[in-house]
């Protein structure tokens, strides 16, 4: 069983039991969330899609950590002007656990 659900403005095809790195969330860590936006799932072969997300289907996950993803460098350059700029950007994460899938 499998679900595509839209968590964060991202969409993401996930299982029970299944780590995922999304954009930070709201929330302690151990705390437990729902996602309500179901676009598909697939139960044993029988596939229900939403229009545009299916009514009463849930998708529940637990918090496990908050934390930063790998620096980015983010270098600009015009030739021949002497301008230069360097910058840096670590995306915050949240890493989550799904805990089960309802339809």
């Known amino acids: ?4 659900v839209n968590i964060a403005g991202q969409q993401f095809k996930v299982a029970k039991d299944q780590f995922l790195f999304v954009h930070r969330l709201q929330g302690e860590e151990g705390a437990s969330i729902e996602f ?11 596939f229900t899609v939403g229009t545009p997300s ?14 930063k993803g790998e620096k980015v460098i983010v270098f ?26 309802s339809l």
């Open 54 to 67: 299916i009514s009463g289907a849930k998708v529940s996950a637990t918090i496990l950590s908050h934390l």
């Open 76 to 101: 600009k350059k015009k030739r021949r002007k002497g301008y230069k700029k360097k910058n840096g950007h670590r995306q915050q994460f949240t890493k989550i656990q799904i805990t089960g899938i």
């Open 36 to 46: 309500d936006n179901v676009l598909l799932a697939e139960d044993g072969g029988k």
């Open 1 to 4: 069983m499998y679900a595509i």
